[in-house]
């Protein structure tokens, strides 16, 4: 059956408006009660009484609908809501008004509807009751003047319309709905008009309202003048008969919550892993099921995920998604935190770092003043806590929680940063890959096809590099297929156009060399050397192509190295490479050393780092030929960002071991003579080689000056 998210009007047990809960069985309850009680008083009050949202509404629409269909009539039916009027006149003139209109229309009952009448006209302001009693007040007026010698008070009209309803023989049921939210002196004029004027024999009053509420709102009136208990004991003597509506029991709770999630699902064409069940099951147990107590919460929480699912459906993470809806619609207070702290739930920013430095302990006292101050009741602190770590393991672990599960970047949760957002704008945005348009454009890439998919994925790989390989990554993480040599092509073709800004202090380089060399490990070995050198076939792609290359035999944080320099392949990839590395710098070979740019640069330490020695012969020959100056070489080698260049260190040194001669080096400080006031890269990157340089290294001439 299919639940209805966005339909809060009560039921009344029909095909058209079925009861979901279980409620019919109390209605028929009352419908005998009701019977039971005029069997043995004329008149009385019976209250139907729950919180806010569990149906109260609905048992009365049951009721009602029982009295009306039963055959033969025995009840009439009259229906009072004191919220359309607006002043305690015009109610009072109501009352008497619908129970007039309830009484059937034969001639048998027309004496009690006059006297009916005669009395609402007795005790209300003739300006109220024109259009209520369907008269001309003009009329109204004559006929009390015309009576004027007669006994006309409110007390005779009463009697006559108690005579009149007994002989009638008619039993009239009031029914008035959320007495809770009428205004103190609002709702004491309802109990007035329901115990002392109202109390007519054959009429009968089923009011309902919320317990809690109603004694709050009675005792601000200066009747009950602040005391919770005078309110109770005024309460008593209104209501006669107390129907406390059933419990919503967790059973009925846990039904209707599968009811509504499935409908959810089906409406949007989605499923749930057995894990996204298991999830959903603990996080309904540990945080929601004691905030959901009532039909109307639970429906509310669903109406409102469908409400924001839209185009998101298979774009984030259900049970995250249906968490966060309810934190939006229960806690909106803590809701608005989530954005002014994104960097430090997701781990994101650059304020992370501050976040690690704190003590667990603080933390948490940290976050539940936060919570406090967002409006969560004192009792629900540990919850919305404990709901919080589940959706950002990052704030689960500083809590020193256990982190379990898949992380949240594996299946599109709000704790992630590339996702985060989809959360609070309900809907991809516009700097943001769909996951349906990235597994479009994978299969394109797959099939050598152009398409608009994949367009968008190569020029989102350009300018936000580090959340598309992120993304590429998490599917290879979670076994996904992908089109690894393709990828590593493309990916090649575009290192060097890369306009992605640092996240924090990865440079979008750094990120695409991480993905390139997970992907190349998926790699079979005899496809290697071809991949790597169609990689090496553009000058940015053989950058690529080279640190790939060396880090395949270069152990891991995590992991072994995957390969060994003896290994077959691994010397064709290495000669194919370095043909590719010689053949993009032949150009720069031919210019001076100050022409060089970045990528001859990055390409020469490549080839450095992959055969230092034929590396060496080929920067010598430059050298030796007088094309390339060696201090100007150094000062390109050893470049910005190094400033200052007292960053320099024996790691450097070492490097540079792949391209130039050492001793030579030295030899360049030893005899350079550096001017004290002199300021220019050179000298700075002079003075910082002869502070780096081994107390144990030979001198070869004068040495350079070390004044800073």
Same mark, same amino acid.
């Given at each position: 059956?299919?639940?209805?998210?966005?339909?809060?009007?009560?039921?009344?047990?029909?095909?058209?408006?079925?009861d979901?809960?279980?409620?019919?069985?109390?209605?028929?309850?009352?419908?005998?009660?009701?019977?039971?009680?005029?069997?043995?008083?004329?008149?009385?009050?019976?209250?139907?009484?729950?919180?806010?949202?569990?149906?109260?509404?609905?048992?009365?629409?049951?009721?009602?609908?029982?009295?009306?269909?039963?055959?033969?009539?025995?009840?009439?039916?009259?229906?009072?809501?004191?919220?359309?009027?607006?002043?305690?006149?015009?109610?009072?003139?109501?009352?008497?008004?619908?129970?007039?209109?309830?009484?059937?229309?034969?001639?048998?009952?027309?004496?009690?509807?006059?006297?009916?009448?005669?009395?609402?006209?007795?005790?209300?302001?003739?300006?109220?009751?024109?259009?209520?009693?369907?008269?001309?007040?003009?009329?109204?007026?004559?006929?009390?003047?015309?009576?004027?010698?007669?006994?006309?008070?409110?007390?005779?009209?009463?009697?006559s319309?108690?005579?009149?309803?007994?002989?009638?023989?008619?039993?009239?049921?009031?029914?008035?709905?959320?007495?809770?939210?009428?205004?103190?002196?609002?709702?004491?004029?309802?109990?007035?008009?329901?115990?002392?004027? #109202?109390?007519?024999?054959?009429?009968?009053?089923?009011?309902?309202?919320?317990?809690?509420?109603?004694?709050?709102?009675?005792?601000?009136?200066?009747?009950?003048?602040?005391?919770?208990?005078?309110?109770?004991?005024?309460?008593?003597?209104?209501?006669?008969?107390?129907?406390?509506?059933?419990?919503?029991?967790?059973?009925?709770?846990?039904?209707?919550?599968?009811?509504?999630?499935?409908?959810?699902?089906?409406?949007?064409?989605?499923?749930?892993?057995?894990?996204?069940?298991?999830?959903?099951?603990?996080?309904?147990?540990?945080?929601?099921?004691?905030?959901?107590?009532?039909?109307?919460?639970?429906?509310?929480?669903?109406?409102?995920?469908?409400?924001?699912?839209?185009?998101?459906?298979?774009?984030?993470?259900?049970?995250?998604?249906?968490?966060?809806?309810?934190?939006?619609?229960?806690?909106?207070?803590?809701?608005?935190?989530?954005?002014?702290?994104?960097?430090?739930?997701?781990g994101s920013?650059?304020?992370?770092?501050?976040?690690?430095?704190?003590?667990?302990?603080?933390?948490?006292?940290?976050?539940?003043?936060?919570?406090?101050?967002?409006?969560?009741?004192p009792?629900?602190?540990?919850?919305?806590?404990?709901?919080?770590?589940?959706?950002?393991?990052?704030?689960?672990?500083?809590?020193?929680?256990?982190?379990?599960?898949?992380?949240?970047?594996?299946?599109? #949760?709000?704790?992630?940063?590339d996702?985060?957002?989809?959360?609070?704008?309900?809907?991809?945005?516009?700097?943001?890959?769909?996951?349906?348009?990235?597994?479009?454009?994978?299969?394109?890439?797959?099939?050598a096809?152009?398409?608009?998919?994949a367009?968008?994925?190569?020029?989102?790989?350009?300018?936000?590099?580090?959340?598309?390989?992120?993304?590429?990554?998490?599917?290879?993480?979670v076994?996904?297929?992908?089109?690894?040599?393709?990828?590593?092509?493309?990916?090649?073709?575009?290192?060097?156009?890369?306009?992605?800004?640092?996240?924090?202090?990865?440079?979008?380089?750094?990120?695409?060399?991480?993905?390139?060399?997970?992907?190349?490990?998926?790699?079979?070995?005899?496809?290697?050397?071809?991949v790597?050198?169609?990689?090496?076939?553009?000058?940015?792609?053989?950058?690529?192509?080279?640190?790939?290359?060396?880090?395949?035999?270069q152990?891991?944080?995590?992991?072994?190295?995957?390969?060994?320099?003896?290994?077959?392949?691994?010397?064709?990839?290495?000669?194919?490479?370095?043909?590719?590395?010689?053949?993009?710098?032949?150009?720069?070979?031919?210019?001076?050393?100050?022409?060089?740019?970045?990528?001859?640069i990055?390409?020469?330490?490549?080839?450095?780092?992959?055969?230092?020695?034929?590396?060496?012969?080929?920067?010598?020959?430059?050298?030796?030929d007088?094309?390339?100056?060696?201090?100007?070489?150094?000062?390109?080698?050893?470049?910005?960002?190094?400033?200052?260049?007292?960053?320099?260190?024996?790691?450097?040194?070492?490097?540079?071991?792949?391209?130039?001669?050492?001793?030579?080096?030295?030899?360049l400080c030893?005899?350079?003579?550096?001017?004290?006031?002199?300021?220019?890269?050179?000298?700075?990157?002079?003075?910082?080689?002869?502070?780096?340089?081994?107390?144990?290294?030979?001198?070869?001439?004068?040495?350079?000056?070390?004044?800073?």
């Open positions: 059956m299919a639940y209805r998210f966005f339909n809060d009007d009560p039921v009344d047990g029909s095909a058209d408006l079925p979901l809960l279980g409620h019919e069985r109390y209605a028929d309850h009352t419908v005998g009660l009701l019977q039971d009680v005029r069997d043995q008083s004329e008149s009385g009050v019976l209250a139907l009484i729950g919180p806010w949202g569990s149906g109260k509404s609905s048992v009365l629409k049951m009721v009602l609908h029982r009295l009306r269909e039963a055959e033969p009539a025995s009840w009439s039916v009259a229906e009072l809501n004191p919220w359309l009027y607006s002043d305690l006149d015009s109610l009072t003139a109501a009352l008497f008004s619908e129970i007039r209109a309830a009484l059937p229309k034969g001639d048998r009952w027309s004496v009690a509807r006059e006297k009916v009448r005669d009395f609402g006209i007795s005790i209300s302001p003739l300006g109220k009751v024109g259009g209520l009693f369907g008269l001309d007040v003009s009329e109204v007026v004559k006929d009390v003047a015309n009576r004027i010698g007669g006994d006309t008070s409110a007390s005779a009209a009463k009697k319309a108690d005579t009149a309803l007994r002989e009638a023989d008619r039993p009239v049921l009031v029914v008035m709905d959320d007495l809770d939210r009428l205004t103190p002196d609002e709702l004491l004029l309802v109990f007035k008009l329901v115990r002392l004027v #109202g109390n007519l024999p054959n009429v009968y009053y089923l009011i309902s309202f919320d317990e809690r509420t109603l004694l709050d709102v009675l005792s601000r009136s200066d009747l009950v003048g602040g005391s919770e208990h005078r309110a109770s004991e005024f309460l008593e003597k209104i209501v006669q008969v107390r129907l406390d509506l059933p419990a919503f029991r967790e059973r009925d709770a846990i039904r209707l919550v599968d009811g509504c999630l499935t409908t959810l699902l089906e409406n949007h064409q989605l499923t749930l892993t057995k894990t996204e069940e298991r999830r959903f099951g603990l996080a309904y147990i540990q945080y929601l099921q004691d905030r959901l107590l009532t039909p109307r919460a639970i429906k509310r929480l669903f109406g409102q995920a469908a409400a924001s699912l839209g185009d998101l459906a298979g774009e984030v993470d259900l049970v995250d998604f249906l968490l966060v809806t309810f934190l939006r619609t229960s806690e909106p207070g803590v809701y608005r935190l989530l954005s002014r702290h994104r960097a430090e739930l997701t920013g650059t304020s992370l770092f501050a976040q690690e430095r704190r003590q667990r302990d603080e933390l948490a006292d940290l976050w539940r003043t936060r919570l406090k101050e967002a409006g969560v009741d009792g629900h602190l540990d919850g919305v806590l404990g709901l919080l770590a589940s959706l950002f393991p990052r704030l689960a672990g500083q809590l020193g929680g256990g982190v379990s599960g898949e992380p949240p970047q594996a299946r599109r #949760g709000i704790g992630s940063g996702y985060f957002d989809r959360y609070v704008v309900f809907g991809v945005p516009d700097d943001d890959l769909p996951d349906a348009v990235l597994a479009a454009a994978l299969a394109q890439v797959e099939s096809i152009s398409g608009a998919e367009d968008e994925l190569w020029l989102r790989f350009q300018d936000d590099t580090h959340r598309v390989a992120r993304r590429i990554q998490q599917r290879l993480q076994g996904g297929r992908l089109p690894s040599r393709q990828l590593l092509i493309q990916m090649a073709e575009l290192f060097a156009s890369l306009t992605a800004e640092k996240e924090v202090i990865i440079s979008p380089e750094f990120a695409v060399i991480v993905l390139a060399q997970n992907l190349f490990r998926t790699l079979a070995a005899d496809e290697r050397v071809e790597l050198d169609l990689m090496a076939a553009s000058a940015g792609g053989a950058d690529l192509a080279g640190v790939v290359l060396r880090n395949a035999i152990p891991a944080d995590t992991e072994p190295a995957f390969a060994q320099e003896s290994d077959e392949w691994f010397a064709a990839a290495r000669a194919a490479v370095l043909g590719r590395l010689e053949q993009h710098l032949a150009t720069a070979g031919g210019r001076p050393a100050d022409e060089l740019g970045d990528l001859d990055s390409l020469l330490w490549r080839w450095s780092r992959l055969d230092p020695a034929s590396a060496r012969r080929w920067v010598r020959r430059r050298l030796d007088g094309t390339w100056d060696l201090l100007v070489l150094l000062t390109k080698l050893l470049r910005a960002p190094r400033t200052p260049w007292s960053a320099i260190d024996a790691d450097d040194l070492e490097a540079l071991d792949g391209l130039v001669d050492r001793a030579e080096v030295y030899a030893d005899r350079t003579e550096i001017p004290e006031a002199d300021e220019s890269a050179p000298a700075q990157l002079l003075r910082a080689l002869g502070r780096a340089r081994p107390a144990d290294a030979p001198q070869t001439g004068h040495p350079a000056s070390n004044t800073t």
